[in-house]
C-alpha cells in the first residue's frame, strides 16, 4: 500500500515537475524552440531606429489627414443636405413642436416652453441625465480621495508642507471678494426662475458650481469646510437626485396630465431647484476632488 | 451687420478650433480651447438659445477650463515659480 502511494507520489511530482517519461518529447522540443530563438538577430544600428521612426511618424500625419478629410467630406456632405435653419417647412416643425409650443404654459405652467419640455414632458430624459452627473461624481470620488485612514506619517508630513506653501494670489483675492456676491446670486437667480426666464437647473447648477470654486480658491478650503462638510455634500447632492426621483415618479403614476396648473408650475420649480442641485455638487465635487482629494 | 457679426464669430470658432489642435504647450491648448468656449457661447444667443448659451458660459468657458488647468498641474505640465529654487 505504501509503496503504491510512493509510486503515485513520484508519478505526481514527475507530473508537476515536467520530468516524467511523457513530458520527453515536450522537452526536446522547447530545446529546438530555444535553438530556434536563440540565433541572434541582426540588431538595428541608432541610424536604422531614428529613420524607422521618421518614416513611420511621416506615414502617421499623411494618414491623419487622410481620414481627417475623408470624414470632413462627409460632415461637409451632411451639412449641406441639411434644411434651411429657421425654415417652417421643416420635418423638425410638425405636430410634437405645435403641442409642445402651444400647450405647454397650460400644461406645465413654465412659460419657458424649454424648462415645461425638459422637466415634464421629458422628465425621464433629464432624471436620466442628472443620474449621469451624479455617478460621475461618484466615480471621481472612488478615484481620487484621499482617506485620512489610509495616511502613512510620510503622506501627513508631504500634506502639511502644501499646506504651508498654499499662498493667495492678491489680485485673485481682491477680485474674488467683489464677484463671489454677483455671481452667486445671479446662479441663483438662473435657477429660481428657470420656469419664466431662460436658465433652469442645469445652467443655473453650474454658475452656482463655477462660484463655489471660486470661493474655494479666494478663501482657501478650510472656509469652505466651515458651511459644507462632507456630510453635507453628501446630503445635497443624494438629496437632490430623491427629490427629483420621488416627486417625477408620483407625477408620472397620478397620470402626468391631471394635475393642476399651479401645482405643476410648483412641481417644475421644485424638480428645476434638485437638478441644480445635483449640477451644483457635481461641479464643486470634481474641483475639489481633483486639487485635495478631499472636499 | 447681424450677419458681419455672425461671419466674424464663425471665422473665430474655426480658427480657435484649429489652433488649440495645433499648439505644442498644453497649456495654450486649453486657453485657446476656453475661448472656444466664449465664442460658441456667443453663437448660441444668436441662435436664439439662452439656455444653451448660459451653460456653455459656465461650463465650457469656465469650469472644463478650471478642470483641465487641475489636469495639466497633476500630469506636472504646467510649471510653477518654485521657490525652492530660490
Partial sequence: ?295 | MDAVFECILLIGLVVTAIASALQKKLLNTVLIYTAYGLIMSVLWMLLRAPDLAITEAAVGAGVSGVLFFLTLKKIHKIKEHDSDEQ
Fill in chain 1, 1 to 295: 500500500m505504501i509503496q503504491m502511494s510512493n509510486d503515485r507520489f513520484d508519478k505526481l511530482k514527475n507530473w508537476v515537475d515536467g520530468t516524467g517519461p511523457e513530458h520527453k518529447h515536450m522537452q526536446r522540443s522547447q530545446q529546438l524552440d530555444a535553438v530556434h530563438y536563440d540565433t541572434p538577430k541582426p540588431e538595428k544600428t541608432v541610424a536604422q531606429q531614428k529613420a524607422s521612426f521618421n518614416t513611420f511618424f511621416k506615414a502617421y500625419k499623411q494618414v491623419a489627414a487622410v481620414l481627417v478629410g475623408v470624414i470632413a467630406v462627409f460632415f461637409f456632405i451632411a451639412i449641406f443636405s441639411m434644411p434651411e435653419f429657421g425654415n417652417p417647412d421643416n420635418p423638425t416643425n410638425n405636430e410634437v413642436v405645435e403641442r409642445y409650443v402651444g400647450s405647454a404654459e397650460h400644461e406645465t405652467g413654465a412659460e419657458n416652453v424649454i424648462a415645461g419640455m425638459i422637466l415634464n414632458y421629458r422628465g425621464f430624459d433629464t432624471f436620466g441625465e442628472s443620474n449621469v452627473l451624479f455617478i460621475a461624481a461618484c466615480c471621481v470620488m472612488m478615484l481620487l480621495w484621499r482617506d485620512k485612514k489610509c495616511f502613512t506619517d510620510e503622506d501627513r508630513i508631504a500634506l502639511e508642507l502644501e499646506k504651508r506653501h498654499e499662498e493667495r494670489d492678491v489680485i485673485l483675492s481682491v477680485i474674488g471678494k467683489i464677484a463671489i456676491p454677483v455671481i452667486l446670486v445671479f446662479g441663483i437667480c438662473v435657477l429660481f426662475n428657470g420656469h419664466v426666464s431662460p436658465g433652469g437647473g442645469f445652467s443655473g447648477g453650474s454658475i452656482l458650481g463655477a462660484s463655489l470654486i471660486i470661493f474655494s480658491v479666494t478663501y482657501g478650503s478650510d472656509a469652505v469646510r466651515r458651511f459644507m462638510s462632507e456630510r453635507v455634500y453628501n446630503i445635497i447632492r443624494i438629496s437632490g437626485l430623491c427629490i427629483y426621483g420621488v416627486l417625477f415618479f408620483i407625477y408620472i403614476y397620478c397620470g402626468a396630465n391631471g394635475i393642476e396648473n399651479g401645482l405643476a408650475q410648483l412641481l417644475v420649480i421644485i424638480i428645476d431647484i434638485a437638478v441644480g442641485l445635483v449640477v451644483m455638487s457635481t461641479m464643486f465635487g470634481f474641483y475639489a476632488f481633483y486639487t485635495k482629494g478631499e472636499l
